[in-house]
């Protein structure tokens, strides 16, 4: 279960399977995304800024991630991102620093 203990750090290529993990708790709430599948890592990895990717982690599993991704490849649409946010199942509900971090009410 996520505590106060959580740490916000920058994602690593290693994180795909537990961010993935969470990526399709998501999905299965139905309010995450409109994907019906997870995306490889190659595919994630390329639809997201490299700079711009959170892992929230307890002492002993990631809880959360947050990453950006561009709305658009026009010039005119420079630096506008959509932000993701997902949180796993086991973390949420509960009002803790991983929540305070990303902003979650």
Not at 36 to 62: M, N, Y
Request: with cysteine; hydrophobic share 40%.
């Amino acid at each position: 279960m996520a505590t106060s203990e959580s740490e916000i750090r920058p994602m690593k290529a290693g994180d795909w399977p537990e961010v993935r993990r969470i990526y399709l708790e998501g999905m299965v709430t139905g309010n995450a995304t409109f994907e019906t599948e997870a995306p490889s890592w190659e595919k994630w990895d390329s639809s997201h800024l490299p700079d711009c990717r959170l892992i929230a982690q307890d002492v002993s599993q990631i809880v959360g991630w947050a990453a950006l991704s561009p709305v658009s490849s026009r010039r005119v649409y420079a630096g506008v991102a959509e932000v993701s946010v997902y949180v796993a199942e086991i973390a949420r509900g509960e009002r803790n620093r991983l929540e305070a971090a990303f902003g979650i009410d």
